[in-house]
């Protein structure tokens, strides 16, 4: 078992930047490939970006390509998202999940039921 929790969100404007954070405790870090999903309201959770168990390999939803990095430090068994330019289509609870499975192809990596273990959420809103 592992236990994820976010933090980090918050409100900022339009072009602005924010850096999540997720925390795990409970089991070896280094064994998960981690993901960043999003949820807003009304819509289903969606893919934003994952990270392989070293770190050595990243994926990214196009939506978010070239304005998030996804990192992580399994010295402090945490996984970061580094959200610059920032949009109002961006606004949205982002969830941390972690998932034992291998590195793979995208419609893998993508895939929410590749992930085993969820956060409960950091709330996002970027303004207009």
């Known amino acids: 078992q592992v236990q994820l929790v976010e933090s980090g969100g918050g409100l900022v404007q339009a072009g602005g930047s924010l850096r999540l954070s997720c925390a795990a405790s409970?089991?070896?870090?280094?064994?998960?490939?981690m993901g960043w999903f999003r949820q807003a309201p009304g819509k289903e959770r969606e893919f934003v970006a994952a990270?392989?168990?070293?770190?050595?390999?990243?994926y990214y939803a196009d939506a978010v390509k070239g304005r998030f990095t996804i990192s992580r430090d399994n010295a402090k068994n945490t996984v970061y998202l580094e959200m610059n330019s920032l949009k109002p289509e961006d606004t949205a609870v982002y969830y941390c999940?972690?998932?034992?499975?291998?590195?793979?192809?995208?419609?893998?990596?993508?895939?929410?039921?590749?992930?085993?273990?969820w956060g409960q959420g950091t709330q996002v809103t970027v303004s207009s």
């Open positions: 990270i392989s168990r070293s770190g050595g390999n990243t």
């Open positions: 999940a972690a998932g034992r499975a291998g590195w793979g192809p995208p419609f893998m990596i993508i895939d929410i039921k590749k992930y085993d273990y």
């Open positions: 409970g089991r070896t870090f280094s064994i998960y490939g």
